[in-house]
């Protein structure tokens, strides 16, 4: 008998099925007028796909909810220059720390 949780089945995923989940989150709870199979991993979710500051905030809170994981102000500051790719990324290695993986990330040294 299996009792594992929505989060830690979610907690096995790559980032293919990362990626595909924020598609459909940018589509149908942020009302991303672009279809899903046209939003590419390089998009810029302000400039690109049209995501504002409201809609960051929404977006992060859903991925929080979800994922079981938090995202910090820090990480959210620059939110103009993110892309699926790199959201996608850091939802994974947010789900990686949960489990305590051990994750090398960008940018801090």
């Known amino acids: 008998?299996?009792?594992?949780?929505?989060s830690e089945q979610h907690a096995v995923a790559d980032k293919e099925t990362i990626v595909k989940e924020l598609k459909k989150i940018l589509v149908e709870d942020l009302f991303v007028s672009i279809p899903?199979?046209?939003?590419?991993?390089?998009?810029?979710?302000?400039?690109?796909?049209?995501?504002?500051?409201?809609?960051?905030?929404?977006l992060v809170t859903i991925l929080e909810e979800k994922y079981g994981i938090e995202i910090t102000g820090?990480?959210?500051?620059?939110?103009?220059?993110?892309?699926?790719?790199?959201?996608?990324g850091l939802v994974l290695a947010k789900i990686a720390a949960r489990r305590g993986e051990r994750v090398v990330s960008e940018g801090h040294g």
Do not use: F, P, Y
């Open 1 to 6: 008998m299996s009792h594992q949780s929505e």
């Open 36 to 58: 899903e199979g046209e939003i590419k991993l390089e998009d810029s979710l302000s400039s690109d796909l049209g995501v504002d500051s409201v809609g960051w905030v929404e």
């Open 74 to 88: 820090d990480e959210a500051a620059s939110e103009n220059l993110w892309t699926l790719d790199r959201l996608s």
